[in-house]
């Protein structure tokens, strides 16, 4: 009796899991390197508006007090692309000043080739015009490049340095980034951007051919270059990154002295859409004495 008990609780058992076991397996949510979220908004601020630099009308806009911070986007972006990081840095008592880069975003340009110690000298003359003599600077892609152009050439006007996505030669590069997934998504979608917001909304297929020919052919920093930054520097990146190859990371950790390498997980070149808290907190690190 105790057997056909034990028996008939089994089947019984067995029956009750047939509905669970009928269920199709729900699919992992897809991994936040292979998402491109949206582009955010801006805080509200009263405190933008342009500034004449090289020739160029260049926009900016502050947000926040305290120790004041410079955030520069990536190529073919613009300041919207910090959207997320703004009011955490506000919220850690910083001064928190964007830019759109020449002929990015709101930003106009010149027919003068684009080129990254143009780019560094147009975010010395805004620097100028605002007063500040020196800040923080975080820049993602192409505006890690910009800081390191800077860091390297006057390191009187920059404290702490976060360069997230950067690269010191196009042999850093990954070939056909731009074909990928996400990278190719966000070349498609910085079309509508650009028309929304630039002063030459016609123009971003010429704009596409200039920044990728700067892409193709700049920078050409050697390890001795880099050896000569001497301000405290975070080279960063995601671990999926698109772009930007791993060894070149490690390659600018250990050129510049005493820089500290952060490889964030499970993001690419977009880890600040990704992941905006761990990479908001990284750059709160990196910037913080």
């Known amino acids: 009796m105790r057997a056909a008990s034990r028996i008939r609780h089994l089947v019984l058992g067995a029956l009750a899991l047939l509905p669970l076991l009928s269920q199709p397996a729900r699919a992992a ?5 292979s998402l491109l979220p949206p582009m955010p908004s801006l805080p509200v601020t009263a405190r933008s508006g342009y500034k004449s630099v090289n020739g160029i009308r260049m926009w900016y806009a502050e947000y926040g007090a305290g120790k004041p911070v410079l955030l520069l986007h990536g190529g073919l972006a613009n300041s919207n692309y910090w959207g997320n990081l703004i009011p955490f840095l506000v919220a ?5 000043i964007v830019t759109d880069s020449r002929g990015h975003g709101r930003s106009s340009r010149t027919r003068q080739p684009f080129g990254y110690d143009l780019m560094a000298s147009d975010v010395l003359a805004l620097l100028d015009q605002l007063g500040m003599t020196r800040v923080d600077l975080v ?7 910009i800081g390191l152009d800077l860091a390297m050439h006057d390191p009187n006007r920059v404290d702490r340095l976060f360069a997230f996505g950067a690269n010191t030669d196009p042999s850093g590069l990954r070939r056909n980034f731009d ?11 910085t079309r509508a951007e650009y028309q929304a917001l630039s002063p030459t909304p016609d123009q971003y297929d010429l704009f596409v051919r200039q920044i990728s020919h700067m892409w193709q052919s ?7 270059d880099l050896a ?17 190859r791993q060894a070149h990371d490690r390659f600018m950790a250990t050129a510049i002295p005493g820089a500290k390498l952060v490889i964030l997980p499970e993001v690419s070149h977009f880890a600040m859409l990704q992941a905006p808290g761990p990479f908001n907190q990284a750059v709160l690190e990196a910037i913080t004495p």
């Open 29 to 33: 949510p897809p991994a936040p390197w």
């Open 139 to 145: 820049g993602w892609s192409d505006g890690g490049i």
């Open 228 to 244: 000569t930054i001497t301000i405290p520097t975070t080279i960063a990146d995601g671990d999926h990154d698109e772009a930007i």
């Open 218 to 224: 700049e920078p050409h920093w050697t390890r001795s």
């Open 92 to 96: 850690h008592h910083r001064l928190v």
């Open 179 to 189: 074909r990928t997934p996400v990278f190719g998504g966000f070349i498609a979608r």
